[in-house]
């Protein structure tokens, strides 16, 4: 048997545990409250999508955002992890897209129900190469940024979370037993717009990582 390689994360079958409104900018454009726990969602790992695939707009949206998010993937799993011991269970890191059927969400979120078709669709976590823990030595402080067809859409900085990523590992695993491979997706800042087939997506990690992708629809 070949022994998993953890920079093949979303190869495992793991799940994805996204935040939601973790940066007040991003909150305050959608007009929802600034939460005062985290908000909690899920996608399964069928969402992944690698470069040189299409992010594919499902058929029953008309308002696919782009939300560029820091993921943390998780490299030792545990259960109620304290705060002070977050960071040794982090093995790296990868920049990810949350794909957001937003016109769907807004219905879900009228209706009292789950964001499970807004969410956890196929393509819906466009994923960078895995970046090791090293290569990000202050995961607190660093620049996302997302740009469509060249145009600058999202800037901001991981200084402006709500809840520091060592809370986020903590307060998840008070529920959910995290595992090796998992991915936590930390929320987004402001300037999420939609996107449309033929569209070019580009995103960064300051100078740590960038990737691309291009939109199409789904046949
Ligand atoms: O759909 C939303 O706005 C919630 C979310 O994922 C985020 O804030 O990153
Ligand atoms: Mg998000």
């Known amino acids: 048997m070949t022994a998993r390689n953890i920079s093949q994360f979303w190869k495992w079958g ?6 939601g409104r973790n940066y007040a900018d991003h909150a305050k454009e959608l007009k929802n409250a600034i939460p005062t726990e985290p908000v909690l969602f899920l996608k399964p790992p069928s969402a992944y999508v690698r470069e040189g695939s299409p992010i594919l707009v499902p058929p029953y949206t008309g308002n696919l955002h782009h939300e560029v998010e820091l993921g943390v993937v998780i490299g030792k799993g545990g259960t109620a992890i304290p705060q002070a011991a977050a960071m040794e269970h982090v093995a790296g890191y990868a920049l990810c897209l949350d794909m957001t059927a937003r016109d769907i969400q807004d219905e879900c979120k009228s209706r009292g129900l789950p964001w499970t078709l807004a969410k956890a669709f ?80 580009q995103a960064g990690i300051q100078d740590v990582v960038t990737m691309s992708f291009r939109v199409d629809r789904q046949d």
């Not at 090293?134 to 469509?148: F, S």
């Not at 987004?188 to 449309?196: E, I, L, N, R």
């Open 122 to 201: 196929n393509t819906s976590c466009p994923v960078s190469d895995f970046i090791p823990k090293e290569r990000i030595p202050d995961p607190a402080n660093v620049q996302l940024w997302l740009k469509v067809n060249e145009q600058l859409r999202q800037s901001g900085s991981t200084s402006q979370m709500i809840f520091s990523i060592p809370y986020l590992i903590s307060y998840i695993s008070d529920f959910i037993t995290l595992e090796e491979g998992d991915l936590i997706l930390t929320g987004t800042p402001k300037g999420v717009s939609a996107v449309q087939e033929h569209d070019e997506l």
């Open 14 to 19: 793991r799940k994805i545990i996204c935040v």
